[in-house]
């Protein structure tokens, strides 16, 4: 006769929820929300973005085909268009960065002090921000006007005779970026104003014992400190610059004669306008490629820059 | 409880549940949120349940801006309306991607629809072979605007006077607009149609001219801009703009409705924004030209969705809504196509801000009417074609190079 040998005693089972286990799905739970969102609302439309850059697909007939990388081979190889966009893009970048953020820095040093006047200002410099774009391009339009604009006729009275700002290319790309300055500087000055803030007043103090002035302040013990909050506050900006739409679709509508067709608007027109899905899709993958290159370019010059 | 009584009772309450599931609803979407346009619409459905008890028709209104890029969305995401409104220069699209019905069978199965009194010319757009892919419900043509206290201020007769005389041509068009602005320090003799004549609305502002010099935009897949014709009906205006300076010009702002210019053109509709107008104005027919006479009509269409489920009733509800009688009601905002309704005393006295004899300018250029130029490919021929409308509206531009680059750039997508 065969048979299982009992022992007659048996080893006592370890409890399954064990302490490790039950941190670890207490921790999945509370990052759970997040991560929900994160995978529906980025990961999911990233990956769809990417399967649908790889087809053309017209929206409005529903007919979807598989072609590969042949979008991304047109808009690189064979669209004249796209490199306009590109140029654009960059034009508006190089004008909008550099400005916003030297306005920025000077408002916030100016204003960082408590001092009189200094909430009126701030908040007066911060209050575009959060006006409305559509009021703020409808009032701006107004402004630039050719002959009977606002701006137009005050430059007349020192004698300059002022472009027709929204209508000629080359001074609508000015236009757009200086309103857009306007617009936004403000947060970049509340940024700039609380970095400011948490340097302690001690290093100036010991540099004015030392016989510093103020121009020797600001570039050896201001700036350097202000490093990691300009690092930051580029990469936004940049991010933002690339990334501009509403603002070019309300002053100009991506013109006059495509001056300031950008890349997020030439993506909105194809997408929205001529349902060319894939084709935008495929725009889409190269705008994220440019903007997370430029990201980690002024990333690693600045870790270059303090090692 | 007895079995009997229990089953009777079970079968009344499944009934009582199964009732309003069997109501159906029919979604309309369209661009007005206009309380005054909603009402009729609610008129016209209600008097559609009295017929059909079962079905609601529930309207909902999407902003003009966004219409065709939410409706393409829901027809994409699979949440399509059953019927809706549908814009003149999108149709064409729609309809060579398959997605609207063909109408025709319901609106001859129709009693008393009487198809064939639509004006033929305000049916073409909507018509392909012996389909019908929509149903105008609303053909406005585009009249002159003028601001009578102007007119008056430059010792002006005004466009219906002169259209009386038969003498409102383009040559007195141009003549009169430079002696409005003359007259008139700090406006101008004529905007194009919502200022918008160097954006969106650049067929608005050409086609008139063009027309009635006897040129066209495009036809059978060639571009007729750089033709003779269109030539000079644009260099008239460039001259208007640029030399005479009796157009308001790009990038300035000169709006009619606010008695900054002394002519427009527009619709009907935009009537109502001279309800409480501080200045004297009437409507009058377009120019003339060298060609004669060519109105133009801007036309909305009611379409029906291939993806409703619901196609025997939506098509029955477009022949409902727009048959003789809803049509006479929905007169007052939407011009209809049908000669009956134009011709009919109702139509000449809707408007109550027009007179019945600048109305009776309105009936006559919807008959004789013609929409303006469309394509499957319409948003992509505008894309191409602006970026050279804007070289054109430069002072120092040539007209005629300029067209040449217009038509060099959209013959691709024709």
């Known amino acids: 006769m065969t048979g299982h040998v009992r022992t007659g005693t048996t080893a006592p089972r370890a409890p399954w929820l064990t302490l490790r286990r039950r941190e670890m799905f207490e921790g999945w739970l509370f990052v759970s929300p997040t991560l929900i969102g994160f995978l529906i609302f980025f990961l999911g439309p990233l990956i769809a973005i990417v399967i649908y850059s790889l087809s053309e697909w017209n929206l409005l007939s529903q007919q979807m085909t598989y072609i590969g990388t042949a979008n991304y081979q047109d808009a690189l190889t064979q669209n004249p268009d796209f490199w306009h966009v590109i140029r654009n893009s960059v034009i508006f970048a190089a004008g909008l960065v550099p400005l916003n953020m030297t306005l920025a820095l000077a408002l916030a040093l100016a204003l960082c002090r408590p001092g009189r006047g200094v909430v009126f200002f701030r908040t007066a410099f911060f209050a575009p921000v959060v006006t409305s774009a559509v009021a ?25 005779n002022g472009p027709n700002w929204l209508r000629e290319p080359d001074w609508a790309m000015v236009a757009v970026i200086a309103t857009r300055v306007l617009k ?13 803030q948490s340097i302690p007043r001690d290093y100036e103090d010991a540099a004015r014992l030392e016989g510093a002035g103020n121009w020797q302040i600001f570039r050896m013990v201001t700036w350097p400190l202000l490093a990691p909050s300009t690092l930051i506050i580029m990469v936004i900006t940049t991010i933002g610059s690339f990334k501009v739409f509403d603002h070019i679709y309300l002053m100009t509508g991506g013109g ?41 370019v002024q990333i690693m010059l600045r870790q270059k820059g303090s090692a | 409880m007895h079995p009997r009584r229990l089953a009777a009772t079970t079968l009344a309450a499944m009934t009582f549940i199964t009732a309003p599931l069997a109501a159906e609803e029919l979604r309309f979407t369209l661009w007005t949120g206009n309380d005054a346009h909603l009402a009729i619409f609610n008129e016209i459905a209600k008097g559609f349940t009295e017929t059909h008890p079962d079905v609601t028709v529930s309207f909902e209104s999407i902003p003009a801006a966004d219409y065709t890029q939410k409706l393409t969305f829901q027809l994409a995401g699979g949440n399509p309306p059953d019927l809706g409104w549908m814009f003149e220069d999108v149709i064409p699209g729609f309809v060579e991607a398959g997605v609207v019905e063909d109408l025709r069978p319901a609106l001859e199965a129709a009693e008393g629809y009487e198809l064939e009194d639509f004006s033929e010319p305000a049916m073409a757009l909507w018509s392909e072979k012996d389909a019908i892919h929509g149903v105008p419900f609303s053909t406005s043509p585009f009249m002159i605007y003028y601001n009578k206290d102007m007119f008056d201020a430059a010792g002006l007769e005004t466009p219906p006077e002169l259209a009386g005389k038969g003498e409102w041509d ?21 905007e194009f149609k919502d200022g918008q004549g160097y954006d969106s609305r650049i067929l608005h502002a050409i086609m008139p001219a063009i027309r009635v010099y006897g040129g066209y935009a495009w036809r059978d897949g060639d571009c007729g801009f750089d033709e003779p014709e269109a030539v000079e009906a644009i260099t008239q205006l460039h001259d208007m703009v640029f030399k005479d300076k009796s157009i308001v010009p790009p990038g300035e702002q000169g709006d009619f409705f606010s008695g900054n210019s002394a002519m427009t053109v527009n619709q009907i509709s935009r009537a109502s ?11 009058a027919p377009l120019p003339t030209g060298p060609a004669g006479a060519s109105p133009i009509i801007g036309q909305a269409g009611i379409v029906v969705f291939s993806q409703s489920k619901k196609q025997e009733l939506a098509q029955e509800f477009v022949a409902y809504m727009t048959n003789p009688e809803n049509s006479e009601l929905m007169a007052e905002f939407f011009p209809p196509a049908r000669h009956s309704v134009l011709q009919s005393d109702t139509f000449v006295a809707a408007n109550e801000l027009i007179p019945s004899e600048q109305m009776a300018y309105v009936g006559k250029a919807i008959e004789e009417g013609h929409v303006l130029p469309s394509h499957p490919r319409y948003a992509q021929i505008y894309a191409a074609m602006k970026p050279r409308m804007d070289a054109l509206w ?16 959209i013959e691709d997508q024709l």
């Open chain 2, 170 to 190: 383009m040559e007195k068009f141009r003549e009169v607009a430079m002696a409005l602005a003359e007259a008139n320090s700090g406006k101008w003799g004529f």
């Open chain 2, 273 to 283: 924004l001279l309800a409480d107008a501080d200045f004297e104005w009437g409507i």
């Open chain 2, 394 to 409: 430069r002072a120092d531009a040539d007209v005629q190079t300029s067209l040449e680059a217009v038509c060099t750039a």
């Open chain 1, 136 to 160: 703020w391009a409808i009032v701006w339009k107004f402004l630039l006007q050719g002959e009977a604009g606002a701006v137009n006729q005050m430059l007349a009275t020192v004698g300059i």
């Open chain 1, 184 to 196: 936004m500087v403000g947060l970049n000055m509340i940024l700039y104003i609380a970095a400011l």
């Open chain 1, 256 to 296: 006059p004669e495509n001056g300031t067709l950008v890349l997020a608007f030439y993506i909105y027109e194809q997408a929205f306008e001529f349902f060319n899905v894939g084709y935008a899709s495929a725009l889409a993958m190269i705008m994220f490629a440019i903007v997370l290159v430029l990201a980690l």
